[in-house]
């Protein structure tokens, strides 16, 4: 939990509302954000200033992406500032709502308004202009057909999130929550970070979208099946490890089967935190293909066969058994002494 200053002209005994705020700005926000909003000017009149976004969340029973949307969204309309220091760690933030009112008097900045220095602008959305309101309404109710309920308003402010901040048309939107859904994740976290991820590779149209995704659920089964395992989708946890690997680390799908192969000669079990360790290894040695591993291999047999050889041998050690001096017979004599007996 981060700590952070906030800071504005001071209050006292009351928390005061701009009419400004009320008839121009509250109108088109989303709910949850006005609850933050209004929230922060009542912290800014208290003897309490410093504030943190974990503290936020639990106030409002949100999540920390919540209120971290929340605070861009009012930075973009200027109603506050958001500072950060050398590390990109939020340190304060300062409220700013008579400079907005002069900067565009009567009328609340545009959704299209700069971003803070320290986060890359949004992509347009596809067609370049803001949802309208039957548009959106249709979209969040295709979305809670695919996810068999109504949506929050906290469920309603992510869905729109990837539209306002990630760029995504509707289309996409639609056949994201359409794609997880298939792959039995209805949570809006998952989708969420799904979307993060496509807005990162770069997906802006359907099409790039199903091509990549088609692409990566045919590497996914088949690491699937290098560790033996079929029948089934991998698991949320598994596709993180899988996605690391291919997309963060650039492994090819042979050097993963290999790490995988080599999981299952070791420890008779597919285990993907073995196989992690394995190409966690070879990304420090810098492998990047199959013939890489030769001479590396070569490297650990060499050790190998030097600390075998210098293994101390193992002597016989005398037992109770042999701790006596043995002794040889003439079992023929014997046999003669027995009878004469």
Same mark, same amino acid.
């Given at each position: 939990?981060?700590?952070?200053?906030?800071?504005?002209?001071?209050?006292?005994?009351?928390?005061?509302?701009?009419?400004?705020?009320?008839?121009?700005?509250?109108?088109?926000?989303?709910?949850?954000?006005?609850?933050?909003?209004?929230?922060?000017?009542? @912290?800014?009149?208290?003897?309490?200033?410093?504030?943190?976004?974990?503290?936020?969340?639990?106030?409002?029973?949100?999540?920390?992406?919540?209120?971290?949307?929340?605070?861009?969204?009012?930075?973009?309309?200027?109603?506050?500032?958001?500072?950060?220091?050398?590390?990109?760690?939020?340190?304060?933030? @300062?409220?700013?709502?008579?400079?907005?009112?002069?900067?565009?008097?009567?009328?609340?900045?545009?959704?299209?308004? +700069?971003?803070?220095?320290? =986060?890359?602008?949004?992509?347009?959305?596809?067609?370049?202009?803001?949802?309208?309101?039957? +548009?959106?309404?249709?979209?969040?109710?295709?979305?809670?057909?695919?996810?068999?309920?109504?949506?929050?308003?906290? +469920?309603?402010?992510?869905?729109?999130?990837?539209?306002?901040?990630?760029?995504?048309?509707?289309?996409?939107?639609?056949?994201?929550?359409?794609? @997880?859904?298939?792959?039995?994740?209805?949570?809006?976290?998952?989708?969420?970070?799904?979307?993060?991820?496509?807005?990162?590779?770069?997906?802006?149209?359907?099409?790039?979208?199903?091509?990549?995704?088609?692409?990566?659920?045919?590497?996914?089964?088949?690491?699937?099946?290098?560790?033996?395992?079929?029948?089934?989708?991998?698991?949320?946890? =598994?596709?993180?490890?899988?996605?690391?690997?291919?997309? +963060?680390?650039?492994?090819?799908?042979?050097?993963?089967?290999?790490? @995988?192969?080599?999981?299952?000669?070791?420890?008779?079990?597919?285990?993907?935190?073995?196989?992690?360790?394995?190409?966690?290894?070879?990304?420090?040695?810098?492998?990047?293909?199959?013939?890489?591993?030769?001479?590396?291999?070569?490297?650990?047999?060499?050790?190998?066969?030097?600390?075998?050889?210098?293994?101390?041998?193992?002597?016989?050690?005398?037992?109770?058994?042999?701790?006596?001096?043995?002794?040889?017979?003439?079992?023929?004599?014997?046999?003669?002494?027995?009878?004469?007996?």
């Amino acid at each position: 939990m981060t700590p952070f200053q906030l800071h504005g002209p001071a209050q006292t005994g009351h928390t005061p509302v701009s009419d400004v705020f009320l008839d121009e700005y509250m109108p088109a926000a989303n709910g949850e954000y006005v609850k933050v909003y209004l929230y922060l000017l009542r @912290c800014l009149k208290s003897d309490v200033q410093e504030l943190s976004v974990t503290l936020i969340a639990d106030k409002f029973d949100h999540t920390e992406s919540d209120v971290h949307r929340a605070l861009k969204y009012w930075e973009k309309m200027h109603l506050l500032k958001l500072e950060y220091d050398d590390s990109k760690t939020l340190t304060g933030i @300062c409220l700013t709502e008579d400079q907005a009112q002069k900067a565009v008097p009567g009328k609340a900045p545009s959704l299209k308004a +700069e971003a803070p220095a320290q =986060e890359p602008l949004p992509k347009p959305s596809k067609d370049g202009r803001p949802f309208s309101q039957e +548009e959106a309404r249709q979209l969040l109710f295709i979305c809670e057909q695919y996810l068999g309920k109504t949506l929050s308003s906290t +469920e309603v402010s992510r869905i729109l999130f990837f539209h306002d901040t990630l760029g995504f048309s509707a289309d996409l939107i639609e056949y994201l929550v359409e794609y @997880c859904v298939s792959k039995g994740h209805k949570s809006l976290r998952y989708i969420e970070s799904v979307a993060i991820g496509w807005h990162k590779s770069g997906y802006t149209t359907v099409t790039q979208a199903k091509e990549q995704t088609s692409t990566y659920n045919k590497a996914y089964f088949s690491i699937l099946k290098a560790f033996g395992i079929f029948g089934r989708s991998p698991v949320e946890g =598994e596709i993180a490890y899988m996605n690391k690997w291919m997309k +963060e680390w650039g492994f090819s799908q042979e050097l993963i089967a290999e790490a @995988c192969g080599r999981t299952m000669s070791a420890i008779h079990q597919p285990s993907f935190e073995y196989a992690d360790k394995i190409l966690s290894r070879w990304k420090e040695q810098n492998v990047t293909r199959l013939s890489d591993l030769a001479p590396l291999d070569q490297q650990h047999q060499t050790a190998k066969s030097k600390t075998d050889g210098q293994a101390p041998k193992k002597t016989a050690q005398s037992s109770r058994f042999h701790n006596f001096r043995e002794r040889s017979y003439n079992f023929q004599e014997l046999e003669k002494q027995l009878i004469n007996h």
